[in-house]
C-alpha cells in the first residue's frame, strides 16, 4: 500500500472511530435533554426530572478517567490499534443495549440503575477513544502536520453531531410526540450498532504507529504506564487537565444545557431549537478545520489561547442573547460558541499528545483530556440548569467564562512544553 493510501486509512479510522464514539455520546446527551427525566425517573417535578437525568448524563465523565487509565496502560504496552477496537466495542456495545432498557414504568428503580450502569459503559469506552485516536493521526503526521493531522479526529465531534440530532430531528419530522416519547427515542441507539461495525472494519485494516513501534524497538514497555505518568509528568498532566476544562464547559452548556433551557423555559419548539443547533455545529467544524491550519502556522498553545479569550467573549453575551425570546439571535450566540468551540477542542489533538513521549502518551493525554472532562464538562449542564432555575442566564455566562480563564491560566503556565 503507497504512502498516500496508508495516510488516508489512517485519518479515515481515527475520524471514523471518533465519529462513531461521539454519536454514541450525544444521542445520549440529546436523549437525557429531552426524553430520559420522565422516562427513567420517578415524578416529582419536571425540574427535578431533568436534574436527575443531567446527573445520569454526569456519570460518564466519572467513568471516563478509568477508561484512560485502563485502555492507557494497554495502548501504551500492546499499542494503539488493538486497544482502540476494544474502546470501539465497549462503547458501541453499551449504547446499544440502551435501546433495550424497560422504562421507570415498567420496571421502578431497576431502569434508572441499568441505565446508569450503561452510562458507566459509554464513559470507560470513550475514555479510551479519544487520546487513542489522536496518537493515531499525530504519529502518523509528517514534520509541519501535526495541527492538520490532529485535527482530523477532532472533527468526529461536530460529525457524531450532526448524526445524533439530526437523526431526532429527522424523527421528530416524522413521528408523532407521543410515538417518539413512547419508543422512538430508542431508534438511534439501536443504529449505533451498524456504525460501530463500520468503525471497525476500518480500525482491523491499519498497522501499529510509527511512534510506538520505534519506542518498543527502544527499551520494553512501561510496566505501570499509569504511574509513570504521575511520577514523571505530574506538571504535564496538570497542564493538560485544566488546559482542556474551557472545551468541555463550552460544549455541554451551548448544547445539553442549550437545548433543555431552549425547548423548556425558552418556549422553543423542539425542531426549530435542533434546527439551530445543527446549524451552529457547522460553525464548530469550520472552526475546527481553521484551528487544525493555524495550528501549524504558530502553535496548538497559541490557537487554543485564542479559543479560550473566545469563551470568554462567548459566556458574557450568553445572557443577552441565549435569552433574546428571538431565534436569530439565539442562533447568533450558538455560532459564536461552536465557533469558539472549534479553536478550544481542534488543536487539541496536537497539543496533549506533545506533551507526552510516546512511551506514556496514550495514558498521559487520556488521563489529562478525561479528568479536564469531569471538571469542565461533567457537572455544567447540572449546575447550568441550577443556576438558570435560580438566578437566571447571566451567571451560567459567568459560570462559563470562569471556566475559560482556567484554561486560560493552565495553557500560559504550561509554557512549550513539548516531549515530542
Not at 498516500?4 to 440529546?30: H, K, M
Not at 455541554?252 to 422553543?268: E, H, M, N, P
Not at 499528545?353 to 461533567?378: C, D, E, M, Q
Amino acid at each position: 500500500m503507497s504512502d498516500r493510501a496508508t495516510t488516508r486509512r489512517v485519518l479515515l479510522a481515527s475520524l471514523a472511530g471518533t465519529g462513531v464514539e461521539f454519536y454514541d455520546f450525544y444521542i445520549f446527551a440529546t436523549a437525557t435533554s429531552l426524553f430520559f427525566g420522565p422516562l427513567f425517573f420517578p415524578a416529582s417535578s419536571a425540574l427535578a426530572q431533568q436534574m436527575a437525568a443531567f446527573a445520569s448524563l454526569a456519570l460518564a465523565f466519572f467513568a471516563r478517567p478509568i477508561g484512560a487509565a485502563l485502555f492507557g496502560h494497554f495502548g501504551d504496552r500492546i499499542g494503539r490499534k488493538s486497544t482502540l477496537v476494544a474502546s470501539l466495542l465497549l462503547m458501541g456495545g453499551s449504547t446499544t443495549l440502551i435501546a433495550f432498557l424497560p422504562t421507570y414504568q415498567m420496571a421502578g428503580a431497576l431502569a434508572p440503575l441499568l441505565l446508569c450502569l450503561l452510562r458507566i459503559g459509554q464513559g470507560l469506552g470513550l475514555g479510551g477513544e479519544w487520546g487513542g485516536a489522536a496518537l493515531l493521526a499525530v504519529e502518523h503526521a509528517p514534520p509541519g502536520w501535526r495541527g492538520r493531522f490532529g485535527m482530523v479526529p477532532q472533527l468526529g465531534a461536530p460529525l457524531g453531531f450532526l448524526a445524533a440530532n439530526g437523526f431526532f430531528l429527522v424523527l421528530g419530522l416524522t413521528m408523532s410526540s407521543e410515538a417518539l416519547t413512547a419508543w422512538g427515542w430508542r431508534i438511534p441507539f439501536l443504529v449505533s450498532a451498524v456504525l460501530v461495525g463500520l468503525g471497525l472494519w476500518v480500525r482491523l485494516t491499519l498497522s501499529e504507529t510509527p511512534a510506538f513501534a520505534a519506542a518498543l524497538a527502544e527499551a520494553p514497555p512501561e510496566r505501570v504506564p499509569f504511574a509513570a505518568v504521575f511520577q514523571r509528568h505530574l506538571g504535564a498532566t496538570l497542564a493538560g487537565t485544566f488546559g482542556v476544562v474551557a472545551c468541555f464547559a463550552l460544549y455541554y452548556i451551548a448544547t445539553a444545557f442549550a437545548l433543555s433551557w431552549g425547548t423548556g423555559a425558552g418556549g422553543y419548539s423542539r425542531t426549530d431549537f435542533l434546527q439551530a443547533q445543527l446549524g451552529g455545529i457547522l460553525f464548530m467544524a469550520a472552526g475546527i478545520l481553521a484551528s487544525g491550519w493555524l495550528s501549524d502556522r504558530f502553535d496548538p498553545r497559541r490557537v487554543l489561547i485564542w479559543g479560550c479569550l473566545m469563551t470568554v467573549v462567548t459566556g458574557a453575551v450568553l445572557g443577552p442573547l441565549l435569552g433574546s425570546g428571538s431565534l436569530a439571535l439565539v442562533f447568533v450566540w450558538l455560532a459564536l460558541a461552536l465557533t469558539a468551540m472549534g479553536f478550544v477542542y481542534g488543536p487539541l489533538g496536537a497539543w496533549l499528545p506533545g506533551l507526552f513521549p510516546p512511551r506514556v502518551r496514550y495514558t498521559g493525554a487520556s488521563i489529562a483530556f478525561n479528568v479536564g472532562g469531569i471538571l469542565g464538562g461533567g457537572l455544567a449542564p447540572l449546575v447550568a440548569t441550577a443556576l438558570a432555575a435560580q438566578r437566571g442566564l447571566a451567571p451560567v455566562g459567568l459560570y462559563l467564562g470562569g471556566c475559560a480563564v482556567i484554561s486560560l491560566v493552565a495553557l500560559v503556565a504550561a509554557g512549550r512544553r513539548s516531549a515530542a
